[in-house]
């Protein structure tokens, strides 16, 4: 669905959330202005038992200028809206909207979907705002986001705030929405600093002597009581100072479900990739190496676990996580390679870009990719890969031409990447230009001769390079694990959905 599928109704009523946050008021604001620009008689409201009473949302509101109306149902009250009802940030007949009722129904949404869904639809719960979606769907229409004086910057403050000041930010798209909007920054920081109420700040303090510690892993888990999701990550944050903690994950309860924020400082744990497993088949996770967050959907979790109160399960998922993989340091590991098939690697024709020709070494950039952010400078002969999923891979000229046979054709991306989620995208940060990879990229398939042992996983591991010692390739139970014939500390993983694709028996 595209937003000017949606033209045909001259009578649009927009529906935040009931107790409206910053990421539902911004996505609105966002769809009123786009509905406005269009000449339809539009609306942005929302109800619920409590108006707006947060301090930084009623700046927000008064700063911003935003058309926000408050309709008082009064109890469980309901009422008819005339032409389209749009609820943002939200899904319609879930617990946190209530009130309103129409014929012809529409929802814009970054939450898991916890109903059936309903023909005229939007929903990425892949997103850590939906400001972000709002902001994207604006785009596929050609608006100018800078045709409204406020609207830049209550996008950006959506995105903010739900992704705790950035700090659980992992989507490239939500990356490029918080750098390419024109955002007040003197105003973000009046909302920033008005965000902790004396009440607030009580409940992170009850909540903090009210831990569980897990002795073997050096976790530990708080229930806090319902508040900001901001106070959540503070909570956390403070969590990691303590010397015996190396892992946290702080969560409290909202309408529809449970908002949790996750900590490491330990290079073997990747909190975002800890809060995607304590979401998954349930809600959304994810954000950086050492801070991350999620959302868990009520109605999904109550289906799945319908007898085990929430501290239980923040508990069994992170010793679950813990139990769930091995480490495996390549420079240290000693392979059992005679219980490993060998296996010859496909000629795959892939792209490849050699980063010397395309800007000046030394130049600062950073590669988005689904997978997250690489800042390098430009090296003289260094070279990025492009495989099938779109993903990327540096290596040095001298491996390039051991491994990679360049081909004499262009490069075309429906011919090379499968569906991929995210074009890569090389940013320069001297002057903020961004270039498409894939726009500059050339074929190459792997040498004849790369030969690997693998084997599948059983559980899952965690691989540490020797070329990076820092970071990990996460490996699950069905995957691969893979070395090189030619050296037996050069170790890897490969997705058990890409491995037939790309390597075949000797």
């Known amino acids: 669905m595209r937003l000017s599928d949606l033209e045909q109704y001259d009578k649009i009523t927009i529906q935040c959330h009931d107790n409206p946050d910053a990421d539902t008021l911004a996505s609105g604001y966002g769809l009123f202005c786009y509905f406005k620009s269009r000449a339809k008689e539009v609306s942005l409201v929302y109800c619920g ?213 996750v900590r490491s400082c330990i290079r073997e744990v990747n909190a975002s990739e800890l809060a995607e497993f304590l979401a998954e088949g349930i809600g959304s996770g994810g954000g950086h190496y050492e801070k991350a967050g999620g959302f868990i959907s009520r109605k999904l979790y109550e289906e799945k676990y319908p007898t085990l109160h929430s501290e239980g399960y923040f508990n069994n998922r992170m010793t679950e996580y813990f139990d769930s993989y091995e480490l495996i340091y390549a420079d240290e590991y000693e392979a059992d390679t005679g219980a490993m098939q060998r296996y010859v690697k496909r000629r795959i024709p892939m792209g490849y870009v050699k980063l010397d020709e395309l800007l000046p070494v030394e130049t600062p950039v950073t590669i988005r990719t689904m997978k997250g952010d690489i800042d390098m400078r430009i090296e003289e002969d260094l070279y990025v890969i492009i495989d099938m999923k779109g993903e990327i891979n540096a290596v040095c000229g001298r491996k390039f031409r051991q491994r990679y046979q360049p081909l004499g054709g262009g490069y075309g991306v429906e011919d090379y990447l499968e569906t991929p989620d995210y074009i890569p995208v090389i940013k320069d940060r001297r002057n903020g230009r961004d270039m498409l990879l894939t726009d500059y990229a050339r074929a190459c398939v792997p040498e004849e001769d790369e030969k690997i042992y693998a084997k599948p996983l059983e559980r899952g591991v965690k691989v540490f390079s020797s070329d990076d010692r820092n970071n990990y390739m996460h490996g699950r139970a069905g995957d691969y694990l893979a070395i090189r014939c030619d050296d037996r500390h050069d170790i890897y993983v490969v997705a058990k959905e890409l491995f037939s694709k790309a390597y075949q028996c000797e």
């Open 49 to 261: 038992r409590n108006r707006i009473q947060k301090s930084n949302l009623c700046l927000m509101v008064e700063k911003l200028k935003l058309p926000v109306e408050y309709i008082d149902i009064g109890g469980d009250g309901w009422m008819e809206v005339e032409g389209l009802l749009i609820t943002v940030d939200c899904q319609y007949g879930s617990g946190n909207v209530t009130g309103l009722r129409a014929g012809n129904v529409a929802i814009i949404d970054h939450h898991q979907l916890d109903r059936e869904a309903i023909p005229m639809c939007v929903i990425n719960p892949n997103l850590g705002s939906c400001a972000t979606l709002v902001w994207k769907l604006l785009l596929e229409e050609g608006f100018d986001i800078d045709s409204d004086a406020y609207l830049g910057t209550a996008l950006y403050y959506g995105l903010y705030t739900d992704t705790n000041q950035f700090s659980e930010l992992y989507n490239p798209l939500d990356m490029d929405m918080r750098e390419s909007v024109n955002a007040d920054k003197g105003l973000i920081t009046l909302f920033r600093n008005s965000n902790i109420s004396l009440k607030e700040l009580e409940i992170a303090g009850i909540a903090l002597i009210r831990y569980s510690y897990n002795d073997d892993y050096e976790f530990a888990v708080i229930k806090a009581q319902p508040c900001d999701p901001n106070i959540l990550g503070l909570i956390s944050d403070f969590l990691l100072q303590v010397d015996a903690i190396k892992t946290c994950a702080v969560f409290n309860e909202v309408n529809d479900g449970f908002k949790f924020s």
